[in-house]
């Protein structure tokens, strides 16, 4: 089955600085790779996906990579802001018709210091 | 509904009853998930559904845990025989049938004593 590795664990970044999140996954045939932020005692919330037909995507301050060769996947976040402090998880899934599940990576907990 | 809704949001147990954890997914998502967080951990997939069948249950961790969905909408996760360990918070999603774009719910903290 599919297996995500999401480094690092902490992020500690001094507000308006960038941050960079990095995860693996070891099945070639994913095509859908979701990031997720949860904050404190609250439900994880989806913030940007990117599927395999596609490098890179933005949405504002945020923006994920994909590099399908390598099989990795990276979350950008740029002009950090005390609101993004919150636990990050990347994840990874083969999307067919009849669905399927997200493997999550362990999670990010990023620290904004203001 | 407009969102995913569990209940109950709390629930404390005593060792060895058995508890049951509901989910009641966005209308017209054909997809549920059920997950598993423990304390500051990731999220551990359980069993994921696609109508009323369950098409993997691989991360049921025992056979103490069992889930059910009827009418391809509310489910219900049952943990027999509660243990210590299965204290975490139990979160439920639901999609539509690609499975793009989970929703979560706010997640059930199950806490065994």
């Known amino acids: 089955g599919e297996n995500v590795e999401q480094h690092p664990s902490t992020l500690s970044v001094q507000e308006g600085d960038s941050a960079v999140i990095k995860c693996t996954y070891s099945?070639?045939?994913?095509?859908?790779f979701p990031w997720y932020k949860q904050e404190l005692g609250k439900r994880p919330q989806l913030i940007i996906d990117?599927?395999?037909?596609?490098g890179e995507k933005k949405d504002q301050r945020i923006a994920v990579t994909l590099n399908k060769t390598a099989k990795h996947f990276s979350l950008h976040i740029t002009e950090t802001q005390p609101e993004d402090s919150a636990v990050y998880f990347c994840a990874a899934s083969f999307i067919k018709a009849a669905g399927n599940k997200l493997t999550f990576g362990g999670g990010t907990r990023v620290l904004v210091k203001p | 509904g407009a969102g995913v809704s569990q209940s109950p949001s709390n629930k404390v147990t005593e060792k060895g009853k058995d508890v049951e954890l509901r989910c009641d997914p966005i209308s017209g998502h054909t997809a549920l998930y059920w997950y598993r967080q423990s304390l500051g951990q990731g999220l551990e997939f359980l069993i994921y559904f696609q109508g009323n069948s369950a098409p993997d249950k691989s991360g049921l961790p025992s056979d103490r845990f069992s889930a059910e969905r009827t009418g391809g909408s509310v489910s219900t996760l049952t943990i027999q025989r509660t243990q210590q360990e299965d204290s975490a918070v139990y979160l439920c999603?639901?999609?539509?049938?690609?499975?793009?774009?989970?929703?979560f719910g706010s997640g059930t903290r199950l806490t065994v004593v």
């Open positions: 099945d070639s045939a994913s095509n859908y």
């Open positions: 990117i599927r395999s037909n596609v």
């Open positions: 999603a639901s999609s539509f049938t690609s499975g793009w774009g989970y929703t």
